[in-house]
């Protein structure tokens, strides 16, 4: 069994920990949120949903003082976090653990490859599990569609799969990857079309595929980024990319993206990594991206005042 430690117990780590643990490996769960590590330590991690019904028990902490080196680390953190969890996460690596860095968006993974390395760095992109923490030491997911990883830069692939099957002995079906941009992209174009469109009508993913305005603009955000990927080469092998999203939305019909999550809670979302990446892209292969630089400016909009 794997030692592992999950560096950002949100939503989305507390469902990867609280299976891995479940697994036999043990799990430290890491995150800042006080009241979700006490109850955790007194009652146990709570995981439900697709997944079936748990509780498990698990190490958890607000820091990662102490624990010392694992074998797998994994960074779930937000998008804007990512520097100093990989820079707490330093304490965790060893000469043989494999960070996975696993955030939405476009960036992240430069910025931990700067603190952490490349050569132990793999990226990883997850989807269609519609997580979300039902109270402190219980977190509800939809589904578990996708996991991926690909190596960041000089991590071999023995690494990579030694990272991969952690996951896989937790009930994870993992894909490894050799072209990492068209892994982030194929995930990308899923969270550009429901990230904003839910966050500005606080409707669910399935509330959005069946009303035909905001479907229209969660539609026309994906054809800005496909537009974007074939412009720099990236080959999408989703077949058609907007029936892609479409089916992969309707499978998890009632599950509120982060994003909307984040302004429910009154929080900043990653929207300069999602929605904001894509006219950034688009002005370097001289494109435009006006739908996704729209839904942008409106979420920023709703953000002020919101703690970061």
């Known amino acids: 069994m794997a030692r ?4 950002g117990a949100g939503a989305m780590g507390s469902v990867y920990a609280g299976l891995m643990a479940d697994a036999g490996h043990e799990v430290h769960a890491i995150t800042l949120w006080a009241d979700h590590v006490a109850a955790m330590r007194a009652n146990g991690l709570r995981v439900e949903g697709a997944s079936g019904d748990r509780t498990v028990r698990l190490q958890a902490a607000t820091t990662t003082d102490g624990i010392g ?9 937000k998008a804007a976090d990512v520097v100093d969890a990989a820079r707490s996460a330093k304490a965790l690596v060893g000469e043989s653990t494999v960070v996975q860095t696993i955030q939405n968006g476009l960036g992240s993974a430069d910025r931990v490859a700067e603190v952490l390395g490349a050569e132990r760095l793999s990226v990883g992109v997850v989807g269609g599990f519609g997580a979300s923490l039902t109270a402190p030491g219980h977190v509800h997911h939809n589904g578990m569609e996708m996991v991926r990883f690909g190596a960041y830069g ?3 692939g ?3 799969e030694r990272g991969a099957s952690v996951w896989r002995s937790a009930g994870f079906a993992v894909q490894v990857f050799d072209d990492i ?7 990308l174009i899923m969270n550009v079309a429901f990230s904003a ?5 606080g409707m669910t993913i399935g509330e959005v595929l069946a009303h035909p305005e905001a479907w229209h603009v969660a539609r026309r955000c994906t054809e800005e980024a496909v537009a974007v990927a074939q412009a720099r080469g990236i080959s999408l092998q989703v077949g058609d990319p907007v029936e892609h999203v479409r089916e992969l939305g309707g499978k998890i019909p009632n599950a509120r993206p982060s994003m909307l ?3 429910l809670a009154g929080r900043r979302s990653e929207i300069d990594v999602i929605n904001g990446a894509i006219p950034r892209q688009a002005a370097t292969v001289g494109l ?8 942008t400016a409106l979420v920023k909009a709703r953000e002020v005042g919101f703690a970061a």
């Open 288 to 295: 435009a991206a006006p739908v996704n630089d729209t839904v």
């Open 69 to 77: 080196p694992c074998d797998l680390v994994i960074i779930a953190c």
């Open 154 to 156: 000089g991590l071999s």
């Open 197 to 201: 469109s839910t966050c500005l009508t």
């Open 261 to 263: 999550l984040d302004h």
């Open 181 to 187: 941009e068209r892994m982030v992209w194929e995930k």
């Open 158 to 160: 023995d690494a990579v």
């Open 4 to 7: 592992v430690a999950v560096v």
